[in-house]
């Protein structure tokens, strides 16, 4: 993947199992490889905090600690210098850009410190669509709703999906992340871990200073190297970036949001959005469902759904807006989704399904409509990284081979999960909870 948008966005998709049994890469995706799909959405509580997380004042000395001389760092930055110059920076630049970068302490800490405990679904909807977060993107789809049909009829990509976007990325503006970013990437291609990623991110990021679009004391955003009103990280800025005024720079930092949401309107469309479609809506199940048949691998058209009884939570008929599957994030006992080809084009912002319900459901608060009507299992609660490991161990020692033993509830841990349950008469819905490791644990069903 080699494009990206958000701090929160960006963070979970390098750390996180996505919700879905889809575990396809996309080219167009904005972040670094995320990991395989995930029957029980898990959302990291630093990754998916919904808004870039606001640095608390500093004083001169927290200053001096979270910024510190590093003479290998600097080494690095000279040896930099010369791989950016052959790729067609300026010296000038270069030099312009690094004045005053020092090896960041604070990057570091959060891209390391990351909890082995998620949250569920419902904990992260809880936020992301909160009663705050609904009212104030009706505000801002009111207050901009000019700009915001304009961007409409030349992108074709729905303002409400645009708006939720902005609301889940950066509140609406109000948190954009004030880290400077020149000195967050150097720190992390410097660190070595991802290296090769955010030294591409890192000549993007001059590539953009070098083009006038802005000065290195703008270039801010989150610690991990998202940028402006909808985060784009600067690979992705690069490729989708609008001048929707037409005044010379592609500004997503500015206060006026006009290029952000245009940006994020021109990266869908690109990403294949089909104007007219719904991302997906909540739906019933009838009883005695063949939960075999849900994850997004499994298309079938909407009438074949209408046939096995699939409704509208409203009890009306699904409207046909081609093949679509049936998505579970919390099992049986949560709330069930029909998605369409437009759940997967907001995946390629965020391969998190979890991201993806909230976007899909904040903007269609924001149009007016109503809260998901089905409960969550909210007795739950989410395994930890050593309890997937273990439940995976214990699947495949029972013969429920779950290829691997890495934590990552992928596909493959979906299908033993189901086989485990079909096996000990329970619905097959492969949802990984608390429940089944307790079961394996006990040696029986």
Known sequence: MNTGLGMGALIGAMLLSAATATAATVDL???????????????????????????????????????????????????????????????????????????????????????????????YLDSAVSPTRVRN????????GRLLAEIERRYRVEAHVVTAIWGLESAYGAYKGDTPIIEALATLAYDGRRGRFFEQQLIAALKIIQSGDTAPRNMTGSWAGAMGHTQFIPTSYLAYAQDF????????????????????????????????????????????????????????????????????????????????????????????????????VIE??????????????????????????????????????TEKKELQQRLTARGYDTRGVDGIIGPNTIAAVRAFQRAAGLIPDGYTSLDILRRLRRGGG
């Open 245 to 344: 005024r037409g005044d010379g720079r592609r500004d997503i930092w500015a206060d006026d949001p006009t290029d952000g949401l245009a940006s994020t309107a021109n990266y869908l469309a690109k990403a294949g959005w089909t104007y007219g479609q719904p991302w997906g809506m909540e739906v019933t199940l009838p009883r005695g469902f063949d939960y075999a048949l849900a994850g997004a691998r499994i298309k079938k058209p909407v009438n074949t759904w209408h046939r096995l009884g699939v409704r509208r939570a409203d009890g009306s008929r699904i409207p046909d807006h081609g093949r679509a599957s049936i998505l579970l994030p919390a099992g049986a006992q949560g709330a069930a989704f029909v998605i369409f080809d437009n759940f997967h």
């Open 29 to 123: 995706s904005p972040r670094p490889p995320a990991r395989p799909a995930a029957a029980t959405i898990e959302v990291s509580m630093l990754a998916y905090s919904p808004r870039p997380r606001a640095r608390p004042a500093e004083t001169g000395q927290e200053d001096q600690v979270r910024r510190v001389a590093n003479t290998g760092f600097q080494r690095w930055i000279d040896g930099f210098r010369d791989r950016a110059v052959a790729q067609g920076i300026r010296g000038a630049v270069f030099d312009r850009a690094f004045r005053g970068v020092y090896y960041n302490t604070d990057v570091i800490q959060r891209d390391r410190n990351q909890s082995e405990f998620t949250k569920q679904i419902w904990e």
């Open 137 to 144: 993107g009706r505000e801002m789809y009111r207050k901009h």
């Open 348 to 385: 390629r912002y965020n391969a998190a399904d979890a991201y993806v319900i909230a976007v899909g459901h904040l903007g269609d608060r924001i149009r007016g409509g109503g809260p998901i009507r089905a409960d969550w299992p909210r007795g739950d609660r989410s395994l930890s990284l």
